[in-house]
């Protein structure tokens, strides 16, 4: 059974630090990998979906790694903002049937 | 702009009664996907649909949980009846995923905003 780790739960930084996301996972044989963010009260937000196939994805200041092999994923984030606090997620899905299994999250708290 | 829309919002009602809970998947999306969230459980789903049709309902408690997709802009989850541990915040995604081998799969899923469901 395929389970999700996402370490620390809650981290908290200054504004202007880089952050730096773990995501790991049991089973190496997964489809894809996708990171979101939710806001309190609010749903999910996609940030970046890495294809099983892919090393890495890209957007504006986030940055997400895959490796398959040692079952990992790491978001990073340049430059944190107070703007980027929130639970962040991983996900990852098994095949192309849309099975996700989620990761707890990492609570993020960026100090002004 | 497009985006899963989600109806109520907020629900509060009293053990036993039915709770009904709406989904708008993103127009021209063929997966919808029902997940709940606890603070116990984290985010758990509870069942899928592909083209309407139901993959995938392993996860949702059977005696009292319902999901269908009357068409394919509406998507539906009853709870009856509900009690007071299926308190949670429901949120519903929608997504594409190509039937070709050889199409690229588009697998992002696109989350509403939520319902928060309190049962007294």
């Known amino acids: 059974k395929q389970e999700v780790t996402q370490i620390p739960a809650a981290l908290s930084v200054p504004e202007g630090e880089n952050l730096v996301l773990n995501c790991s996972f049991t089973d190496s044989a997964i489809y894809n990998l996708q990171w979101f963010r939710q806001d309190p009260g609010k749903g999910l937000t996609s940030l970046l979906l890495i294809q099983s196939s892919q090393r890495e994805q890209t957007s504006g200041r986030l940055n997400a790694s895959l490796d398959k092999s040692s079952g990992r994923s790491t978001l990073y984030i340049a430059a944190s903002q107070p703007g980027d606090s929130a639970t962040y997620l991983c996900a990852v899905r098994p095949d192309s049937w849309g099975k996700f299994q989620f990761g707890a999250g990492t609570q993020v708290v960026v100090t002004p | 702009d497009a985006r899963v829309t989600q109806t109520p919002r907020h629900k509060v009602t009293e053990m036993g009664q039915e709770v009904t809970m709406r989904c708008q998947p993103i127009l021209g999306h063929n997966t919808v996907f029902w997940y709940r969230q606890t603070m116990m459980q984290g985010l758990e789903l509870l069942a899928y649909?592909?083209?309407?049709?139901?993959?995938?309902d392993s996860g949702m408690p059977k005696d009292r949980f319902s999901a269908e997709m009357p068409d394919a802009t509406l998507a539906t989850l009853k709870i009856q009846p509900s009690e007071p541990r299926d308190s949670a915040v429901y949120f519903c995604a929608s997504g594409l995923v190509s039937d070709g081998k050889l199409a690229v799969d588009y697998n992002e899923q696109f989350f509403g905003p939520g319902t928060r469901l309190t049962v007294l």
């Open positions: 649909f592909r083209n309407r049709a139901p993959l995938d």
